[in-house]
């Protein structure tokens, strides 16, 4: 069986990776792999992160609001349609997102 294999993108750049290792009711649970673009959106992430770690409900969605303002996508590398409604979580080496 062939892996799933998302690039995240923010128009042409490649943020990084998502492969598929688990499917968890609503969240599909990838491995990551940052590339050139991770940089640019990790800020964003950690803020993300950050706000609900400390189960501050208005910083939380207000960054992912900023995050999802971004304009990124999921593009299968397999071919396929892409994901341009989504929330993302990043945390280190590991991904999910749920669409």
Do not use: N
Request: proline share 4%; hydrophobic share 45%; charged share 30%.
């Amino acid at each position: 069986m062939e892996d799933q294999v998302w690039q995240l993108r923010r128009g042409h750049q490649v943020v990084g990776v998502l492969t598929l290792e688990a499917v968890d009711m609503f969240w599909t649970d990838c491995r990551f792999e940052p590339s050139t673009g991770w940089p640019a959106l990790k800020p964003f992430i950690d803020a993300s992160r950050a706000a609900w770690e400390r189960k501050d409900e208005d910083a939380a969605i207000a960054a992912d609001e900023a995050i999802y303002a971004l304009g990124l996508e999921l593009m299968p590398e397999s071919g396929g349609e892409v994901i341009r409604d989504f929330l993302l979580r990043i945390d280190g080496d590991t991904a999910r997102f749920r669409y």
